[in-house]
């Protein structure tokens, strides 16, 4: 099975070759047959790298330890899924998986969009081989996950997976997160066409939208799914630590959003041409410097994998890209200048160039909190980090700013608005933001942040669900039926997809900035240690130690505690929490399974942190998170709306 996947593996880079080199010429001599058969070699790149992929994952389910991959990332006492999920547990499998989820972003673009120019899909296909060509180039020649261990004997047993790794949400987050990355892949690839064709209109970004809204929703999802898997892991009662791969993730997650809104001004008015070609080139520049950042070693994390001599080979690559588009934004200057220009402050193309400038400057701060302590080595030979402190002095005001944008900016109409129009529109949701601050005020919250933030959200709640209220009310008086009230919202939100889509999106997002800010600003952490049979009271609960047991397996053993978690009002029992403290055996790690009551109101969220010199007391963790479920809420709002936006629009009876 090994010689299978590394044939299938060179057969898919002769492909990606032939399909560049047809791309080629099939643009500069506009040949059909070249062009079709760039289009099949596109599609057999995604069958073989599907072909290697399944052939990596066979080898890992047979435990077959002959493979060097296999048996430093598995072994027989792992359960199934996770012998899966190690596909991509270290960078090997890792890049393979990425390969081969770019080549089926290839596939389904050159046999899906049917409304391509000829001209254009050949240097699109040519754009998005420059992608696929370098990573199955790496994956081949560098990262091969089908090499074999030079050794006299076959190993019985594996190495084992990361204990950390060995969780269900490892088999979403890393894909999910991946897709974001590679579809991200297909707007660079038309951005790249347009400009190697000379195509310097909106064609390309009308192309490219539903393409970008999937890549983001993707990244969206998997960014929560990896904060969420942090919060059970590693069982230190937060989400998001401003790791630098986490933010790795995260600076692609800013341009892109930045890029998506962007878009709609050049759509609309002609404008910021340029700056949408180096938004989208930035956003996917970032996602390989994303790879960068967790396979060359330069950075501590928990994410990161092992420092290997590859981070040159992306460096390398990021220098090629932003040269090539230096050259042809040159050659294409005149093409790329606006149609129009700015023609008042006061305008909706001004608050998404302010939005814009905010989401890039968000990035930048970022950019510079991760490589700061490489920087800071480089120059004076003393790493010097930057922490948490640093990332929320810097980035909550701009956040802060960007959210009340995302109030303001839709509902100020383009070109130039009336200020006394826009006063109208906004003096009522700013009384009641300013109301919902003197509460805050007066209810002693604990930061001049969490008031404002609360008060924004308000605000953007307020502004949102009037939208959709004075949509609504439209759409019954022009109904010519008498059907249900439900009917007509959905046919109003069907019809302006994009818009009220947008605004579920949006909704979504102040969903989770509330979520985050109760569990950050209102958090209380307690530590404290029990007998069995014990007891411990913290706020309105109270802790009873039941028992303390133990248990061995083949891939761990586990030291598990049952604790009683009751109301202490009432005395009614609420739940039955079970922490556990893992020790794996083949790793000699160890992890925390936290014990957590989810409701709407709040997460009590319980570590065992282990045993008294006694052996006989158990130490606890106890983190109270409020409002925490509310960020996982918000996320399948923002899932919801983006969808919305996907669906193609409701036709009026006169254009059917």
């Known amino acids: 099975m090994g010689e299978l996947g590394g044939f299938f593996l060179f057969i898919s880079w002769l492909l990606a070759i032939w399909s560049t080199c047809a791309g080629i010429y099939a643009g500069k001599t506009s040949s059909k047959a070249y062009l079709t058969s760039a289009r099949y070699a596109t ?89 696929t060509l370098f990573f199955t180039s790496i994956v081949l020649f560098l990262t091969n996950p089908f090499r074999y261990i030079k050794a006299p004997f076959i190993p019985l047993e594996g190495n084992g997976l990361n204990p950390l790794l060995q969780n269900p949400y490892m088999a979403a987050h890393p894909p999910t997160l991946y897709l974001g990355f590679t579809t991200f892949a297909v707007p660079f690839a038309f951005c790249i066409g347009a400009l190697l064709a000379g195509r310097i209109t909106s064609e390309w970004i009308k192309l490219t939208r539903r393409w970008t809204l999937i890549a983001w929703g993707f990244l969206t999802i998997g960014i929560t799914l990896g904060g969420h898997w942090a919060y059970l892991e590693l069982g230190w009662g937060g989400f998001w630590a401003w790791d630098p791969v986490e933010n790795a993730s995260f600076l692609p997650w800013l341009t892109g959003t930045a890029f998506l809104h962007s878009i709609m001004v050049q759509e609309r008015k002609g404008m910021l041409k340029a700056w949408n070609v180096w938004l989208i080139v930035i956003t996917y520049g970032l996602t390989v410097f994303g790879t960068f950042l967790t396979r060359s070693g330069i950075v501590q994390s928990v994410h990161a994998f092992a420092s290997t001599d590859i981070g040159w080979t992306f460096l390398a690559y990021l220098s090629f890209l932003l040269v090539g588009v230096g050259i042809l934004h040159y050659l294409r200057r005149k093409e790329l200048s606006s149609d129009v220009h700015l023609e008042s402050v006061l305008s909706r193309e001004s608050a998404f160039l302010l939005n814009n400038l905010l989401f890039l400057s968000i990035c930048f701060a970022v950019l510079w909190g991760v490589m700061f302590p490489v920087l800071s080595e480089a120059v004076t030979g003393k790493k010097q980090t930057i922490g948490i402190p640093y990332f929320n002095a810097v980035t909550i005001p701009l956040f802060l700013a960007m959210l009340i944008l995302m109030g303001v900016g839709p509902l100020i109409s383009w070109r130039k608005a009336s200020p006394q129009r826009v006063l109208r529109t906004f003096v009522t949701p700013f009384i009641g933001a300013l109301f919902i601050g003197i509460i805050c005020v007066w ?76 569990s950050m600003a209102h958090k209380l952490e307690v530590e404290f240690s029990l007998l069995p049979g014990q007891s411990e009271q913290i706020g309105r609960f109270k802790f009873q130690l039941k028992n303390l047991t133990t248990e061995e397996n083949q891939n761990y053993g586990a030291l598990m505690a049952q604790v009683e978690l009751k109301d202490t009002p009432s005395d009614k029992i609420l739940d039955i929490l079970r922490p556990e403290l893992r020790r794996y055996i083949r790793k000699e790690e160890s992890t925390s399974e936290v014990a957590i009551r989810s409701t709407l109101r709040e997460d009590v969220y319980l570590v065992l942190a282990g045993l008294d010199d006694s052996g006989t007391r158990a130490a606890f963790k106890l983190f109270i998170n409020p409002l925490q479920k509310w960020l996982w809420i918000g996320l399948i709002v923002v899932v919801a709306g983006t969808l919305v936006t996907l669906t193609p629009p409701l036709q009026s009876k006169s254009s059917a």
């Open 443 to 518: 209810a002693g919250a604990p930061s001049f942040y969490t008031t404002l933030s609360y008060s924004i959200c308000y605000f953007i709640t307020h502004t949102i669900l009037r939208e959709f209220y004075r949509g609504y009310k439209a759409q019954r008086l022009s109904s010519t039926s008498k059907g249900l009230a439900s009917k007509d919202l959905t046919h109003m939100v069907r019809r302006h997809h994009t818009r009220y889509g947008g605004y579920l999106v949006h909704l979504g997002v102040v969903i989770m900035v509330l979520g985050i800010t109760a």
């Open 43 to 131: 599609v057999a790149h995604a069958i073989f790298l599907g072909g290697a992929t399944t052939a990596l994952a066979t080898l890992f389910v047979n435990s077959d330890f002959t493979n060097q991959f296999v048996w430093q990332f598995s072994d027989t006492t792992m359960p199934s899924i996770y012998k899966i999920t190690a596909v991509w547990g270290g960078m090997d499998g890792s890049m393979l998986l990425w390969a081969f989820l770019l080549s089926v972003m290839g596939a389904v673009v050159v046999f899906t969009d049917r409304n391509i120019a000829p001209q254009l899909l050949s240097w699109v296909i040519v754009g998005f081989h420059t992608t």
